[in-house]
């Protein structure tokens, strides 16, 4: 995404956000930001994808894939808000 600053300063004020590396795994990304803010309510991804895919940082995933990032997928549900949602 070649201007998210755009993007980022339309986000209501006071909103949290975290601009992941586009070469490195977003999943372990996303996992060691909410190791130091745990707790939160919901994840919202504005990123690339196609039909069944979705780029998260350098990575990207498929249905096939999730199994393996099931440790950060775990890790990551465990740090947010008991129901706490991802879109």
Partial sequence: MSDYQSLISGLPAGTAYVVLN???DGLEGIAQYLQ???GI???HLVTHGSEAQLQVGGIVLDSADLSQYSAELTQIGAAM???GETS
Avoid: E, S
């Fill in 22 to 24: 586009q070469t490195g």
């Fill in 81 to 83: 808000k008991l129901g």
């Fill in 36 to 38: 130091q803010h745990p």
């Fill in 41 to 43: 309510d919901a994840i």
